[in-house]
């Protein structure tokens, strides 16, 4: 045991306690750009098989106990499984796959540190995986935000649509500052439609802002930029303020004009008709997260017509997973108190 104050531990369960300002930090810029650096990743893979190894070598020192072994193989064999089936089934992120791989390894034993009042965690499951906890807590937590939206939603906009009341209510002008993906109102429950970071990767695509796009929307809705930019991957720093590289030539260089207005503005013939040039943005595009040409072209013509639009944020799994994490380190399990409370 080691003594730092007023807490009392093993040093492999000290080391452990290393993952909580790595994983808040990654959280928190997971919260901004819905991006987790790669670098994240590398010292906790290095301390997670560091301790996945130690917990190997105690458990073949004493005989394999039937207790331990099953936590080394559930931490270490099926929930990376788990998460890569789930990541392949598009139900987590990559960030979510990764963080459930490192503390699979890294808390493959339970951890326990001792405070002169009391042990935390302090509800502990019986089987007693604490990766499993982390992922049992995060599908809580992550089950009472829409809750909390929803009833928002009611009292203070009455969504028009059944998707809407998990969304947000916002103006168009802000889409460009917001993360996740639109609300379409042509159905009757509404539909998951344009994610704002392939709204931001056109505009950084076309060198435009979204007030230049929103003002200006017939001109682009039938012109193609000669020199379109890289569309970048949708970070909010790409696109919607004030594009790296601007291109102003938005004249068509793949249609032939139909005819030529008084004021010298081409108009181009619909049978070569590719609107708001969404076929040659896809084209150039590597990255699309699921982007259809038609669902791009609907949210276009959304965000040009109607002053406020239904957002479904599209919250992080990885967020409620990080909180699950430090609930798990110091409550324990919130299922257990769930369950135990409402049965």
Same mark, same amino acid.
């Given at each position: 045991?080691?003594?730092?104050?007023?807490?009392?531990?093993?040093?492999?369960?000290?080391?452990?306690?290393?993952?909580?300002?790595?994983?808040?930090?990654?959280?928190?810029?997971?919260?901004? $750009?819905?991006?987790?650096?790669?670098?994240?990743?590398?010292?906790?893979?290095?301390?997670?098989?560091?301790?996945?190894?130690?917990?190997?070598?105690?458990?073949?020192?004493?005989?394999?106990?039937?207790?331990?072994?099953?936590?080394?193989?559930?931490?270490?064999?099926?929930? /990376?499984?788990?998460?890569?089936?789930?990541?392949?089934?598009?139900?987590?992120?990559?960030?979510?796959?990764?963080?459930?791989?490192?503390?699979?390894?890294?808390?493959?034993?339970?951890?326990?540190?001792?405070?002169?009042?009391?042990?935390?965690?302090?509800? $502990? /499951?019986?089987?007693?995986?604490?990766?499993?906890?982390?992922?049992?807590?995060?599908?809580?937590?992550?089950?009472?935000?829409?809750?909390?939206?929803?009833?928002?939603?009611?009292?203070?906009?009455?969504?028009?649509?059944?998707?809407?009341?998990?969304?947000?209510?916002?103006?168009?002008?802000?889409?460009?500052?917001?993360?996740?993906?639109?609300?379409?109102?042509?159905?009757?429950?509404?539909?998951?439609?344009?994610?704002?970071?392939?709204?931001?990767?056109?505009?950084?695509?076309?060198?435009?802002?979204?007030?230049?796009?929103?003002?200006?929307?017939?001109?682009?809705?039938?012109?193609?930029?000669?020199?379109?930019?890289?569309?970048?991957?949708?970070?909010?720093?790409?696109?919607?303020?004030?594009?790296?590289?601007? +291109?102003?030539?938005?004249?068509?260089?793949?249609? $032939?004009?139909?005819?030529?207005?008084?004021?010298?503005?081409?108009?181009?013939?619909?049978?070569?008709?590719?609107?708001?040039?969404?076929?040659?943005?896809?084209?150039?595009?590597?990255?699309?997260?699921?982007?259809?040409?038609? +669902?791009?072209?609907?949210?276009?013509? +959304?965000?040009?017509?109607?002053?406020?639009?239904?957002?479904?944020?599209?919250? /992080?799994?990885?967020?409620?997973?990080?909180?699950?994490?430090?609930?798990?380190?110091?409550?324990?399990?919130?299922?257990?108190?769930?369950?135990?409370?409402?049965?």
């Amino acid at each position: 045991m080691i003594s730092i104050g007023p807490l009392d531990t093993t040093l492999p369960n000290l080391v452990r306690l290393l993952f909580i300002p790595v994983l808040t930090w990654a959280a928190w810029r997971d919260y901004q $750009t819905r991006r987790v650096p790669n670098i994240t990743w590398l010292p906790l893979i290095v301390v997670s098989l560091s301790l996945y190894g130690h917990d190997l070598l105690t458990a073949w020192y004493a005989g394999f106990p039937t207790y331990t072994t099953i936590q080394l193989v559930f931490g270490g064999l099926f929930l /990376p499984v788990l998460a890569v089936g789930l990541w392949a089934g598009n139900l987590f992120g990559g960030a979510d796959v990764k963080a459930i791989i490192v503390l699979g390894f890294g808390f493959a034993t339970y951890p326990t540190y001792y405070l002169p009042t009391v042990a935390v965690p302090i509800v $502990t /499951p019986t089987l007693g995986i604490f990766a499993f906890t982390v992922f049992t807590n995060a599908a809580v937590i992550g089950a009472v935000y829409p809750v909390v939206l929803s009833l928002n939603n009611i009292i203070q906009h009455s969504p028009p649509r059944l998707a809407a009341y998990t969304a947000r209510h916002r103006e168009t002008a802000s889409l460009a500052d917001l993360h996740g993906r639109l609300i379409e109102q042509d159905t009757q429950n509404g539909r998951q439609g344009l994610d704002l970071d392939v709204l931001r990767m056109y505009l950084q695509w076309r060198g435009i802002t979204l007030p230049e796009l929103q003002t200006n929307p017939e001109q682009y809705r039938t012109t193609t930029p000669n020199n379109p930019n890289k569309p970048g991957n949708g970070l909010v720093t790409d696109g919607g303020h004030t594009p790296q590289q601007t +291109t102003k030539t938005d004249t068509d260089s793949r249609r $032939t004009p139909d005819a030529t207005h008084d004021d010298g503005e081409v108009e181009n013939r619909t049978e070569e008709d590719d609107p708001w040039a969404v076929d040659a943005f896809l084209a150039d595009t590597e990255v699309t997260y699921g982007m259809d040409a038609a +669902t791009i072209r609907r949210g276009l013509n +959304t965000i040009t017509t109607e002053e406020t639009v239904w957002v479904s944020p599209g919250l /992080p799994f990885f967020i409620p997973l990080t909180i699950g994490f430090i609930i798990s380190l110091t409550y324990g399990d919130l299922a257990i108190t769930v369950f135990s409370t409402v049965l």
